[in-house]
């Protein structure tokens, strides 16, 4: 009896360990992995992958960090006009591709609840500053976290606090561009 009841509390533990991360694409999140060990298994950020890969930057953001990465499903890249994912993964723009990936990574680990009180601070708009150099503003809007990127596009965070072992992952519906 006292065996059954340990391993029932063992697995009740257990699962109350993984379900503190939502799940992404599919897939379970860990928070002993890191941005690009959980990004792969997710379903949703294929061509996120892919454009991370083409750029180069898999070693970065497998880096110690902290990261915030604000990660765009492939359905933010299919909101681009036609023809700019690919073009965009072609070795000859890959400082292009670099600068709007660095653009969505901050380096700090920022969860929802520390984006939420810094805006508020800010009287409802802070400015976030990314690895790449572009500065966005978020906000927040019907208790959701927004992005305003560099063009004035508006990405919403659809799954907040996706914790890793180098920072956090917030998902996004929108990719962000940097100011023209």
Sequence with gaps: MKFRLATAILALSTSMAFAENPMVGGAAMYEDKNIVENAVNSADHTTLVAAVQAAGLV?????EGPFTVFAPTN??????????VENL???ENKDQLTKILT???VAANAMAADIEKMTADDGGMHT?????????TSMVEDG???IKDGQGNV???TIADVKQSNGVIHVIDTVLLPAM
């Design 75 to 84: 359905e933010a890249f299919a909101k681009l006009p036609a023809g700019t």
């Design 59 to 63: 070693e970065t953001l497998s880096g």
């Design 103 to 105: 653009c969505h990574v």
């Design 128 to 136: 976030v500053k990314t690895v790449g150099g572009c500065e966005f």
């Design 144 to 146: 959701k976290i927004k």
């Design 155 to 157: 990405a919403t965070v």
């Design 89 to 91: 993964l072609k070795p």
